[in-house]
């Protein structure tokens, strides 16, 4: 496996913050957050079910820059 590093969220203290890759072999991005509430769990059930292999994560607003950061490196050559 090859994750390169992208950013972790501007507002850290450094410890455990929600951090982004791109995994340039798989050609996906990986994200790293906080595990949803069953309230939240159950409103995103509504749309389907989530496979014992998948998981619903939150990461917050401040890291749209990152993410997007991270779609444009996993849509650049690097990565086909």
């Keep these: 496996m090859s994750l390169r590093f992208i950013a972790k969220d501007p507002n850290t203290d450094g ?4 951090p982004v890759w791109i995994d340039e ?7 790293q957050g906080w595990t949803v509430d069953e309230a939240t769990r159950a409103e995103c059930l509504k749309t389907g079910s989530i496979p014992g292999s998948e998981a619903v994560v939150r990461l917050p607003m401040r890291m749209v ?7 444009d490196a996993a849509d ?4 086909q």
């Excluded at 410890?15 to 929600?18: G, H």
């Design 65 to 71: 820059a990152a993410i997007r950061e991270a779609c």
């Design 25 to 31: 072999e798989k050609q996906e991005i990986v994200m």
């Design 15 to 18: 410890a455990n913050c929600p």
């Design 76 to 79: 650049g050559a690097t990565v």
